[in-house]
């Protein structure tokens, strides 16, 4: 299920001290899961701030303040992904904030997280992307029992083992051919008409 993939990756990439990647999951998993609240399976702003608030937003409410709102979240989730910044002043949808400073854990094992000076908020980005895969978490234990959003869970993208293009679905269980132990990325075509090789990765033994 491509959404328990998305909290893993965001995970992976936070022990890898991959910061935008797991930033970058973490602004789309909300709305993933506003999109299966919805009865019309769409999300908007409207909905993917109205989840944040009741799942994450909590998280970010001290001595009955805010922080953090789920629209000023969606803002940064329209500016980020859309224009690769964290100032959210041309948003329509920001609340109160004017921008944001995400910084990585600091080298002595200590944290600074939600420091507001003036309309800027600084977060340390692996406490926040924590944040919400907990509250993901959370989300898809509470629907468990609700049939009609565990369908939708079901059918969300999931990326199997290539088995042939035209398989089908149930020829494809019996078909996934064994994990690779090394992948190559390929570059486009080169001048002779063949994919060039452009790295080969390959993965960690379970031991590592």
């Excluded at 328990?4 to 973490?26: F, G, P």
């Excluded at 702003?45 to 001595?63: D, F, L």
């Excluded at 094992?109 to 993901?136: K, M, P, T, W």
């Excluded at 898809?140 to 969300?156: G, Q, V």
Aim: hydrophobic share 40%; glycine share 6%.
């Amino acid at each position: 299920m491509i959404l328990v993939q998305i909290i893993h990756a965001a995970r992976a990439a936070i022990l890898e001290h991959n910061w935008t990647a797991a930033l970058v999951l973490a602004m789309a998993i909300p709305d993933i899961c506003s999109s299966i609240d919805a009865t019309n399976g769409k999300t908007d702003g409207r909905k993917y701030a109205a989840w944040w608030n009741q799942w994450v937003g909590p998280i970010y409410r001290y001595g009955g303040a805010d922080f953090l709102s789920g629209d000023d979240v969606y803002a940064l989730r329209c500016s980020m992904l859309h224009n690769g910044t964290v100032d959210i002043t041309s948003q329509r949808a920001r609340d109160t904030l004017d921008s944001f400073q995400f910084n990585p854990p600091p080298p002595n094992g200590s944290s600074a997280h939600c420091n507001l000076v003036d309309s800027q908020l600084q977060l340390q980005v692996d406490l926040y992307v924590e944040d919400v895969c907990r509250a993901a978490d959370l989300w898809e234990w509470n629907t468990r029992n609700d049939r009609r959003k565990a369908k939708r869970l079901r059918d969300l993208l999931d990326i199997r083992p290539f088995a042939g293009l035209g398989v089908p679905e149930a020829d494809q269980a019996q078909r996934h051919p064994p994990t690779p132990t090394a992948a190559t990325f390929m570059l486009p075509l080169g001048p002779d008409g063949h994919l060039v090789p452009r790295v080969t990765y390959t993965p960690p033994r379970a031991s590592d």
